[in-house]
């Protein structure tokens, strides 16, 4: 069974930072889409951040400006870098790794909380 391993969750005020990280293993972190999610309470999980293997960046309308997302290759660590947080950023953040082309695959880590007061 394949893991991915979070870190970086916690409290913060608005205004605040916080810097999630996800471990990837080698044989699906390459070639892969790696990608943060965020699901709040009684909202659908939502897209916020991803990085093809080759550096492309995607980010959500609503985090533009503020977080940046970035992966290590070398490490197969993805790294979001979330600044000027505020309450509606308050979520269980997943990292997602993902493959498109054959083998494909799609695993999940197990969400670290982030809570953001006002």
């Known amino acids: 069974q394949v893991q991915l391993v979070e870190s970086g969750g916690g409290l913060v005020q608005a205004g605040g930072s916080l810097r999630l990280s996800c471990f990837a293993p080698?044989?699906?972190?390459?070639?892969?889409?790696m990608a943060w999610y965020r699901q709040a309470p009684g909202k659908q999980r939502e897209l916020v951040a991803s990085?093809?293997?080759?550096?492309?960046?995607k980010l959500a309308d609503s985090v533009e400006g503020r977080f940046t997302v970035s992966r290590d290759n070398a490490k197969n660590t993805l790294v979001l870098q979330m600044n000027s947080l505020r309450p509606e950023d308050t979520a269980v953040y997943y990292c997602?790794?993902?493959?498109?082309?054959?083998?494909?695959?799609?695993?999940w880590g197990q969400g670290t909380q982030v809570t953001v007061s006002s």
């Open positions: 997602n790794t993902k493959r498109v082309v054959t083998p494909t695959f799609s695993y």
């Open positions: 080698g044989s699906v972190a390459r070639s892969a889409i």
């Open positions: 990085v093809t293997s080759g550096g492309i960046t």
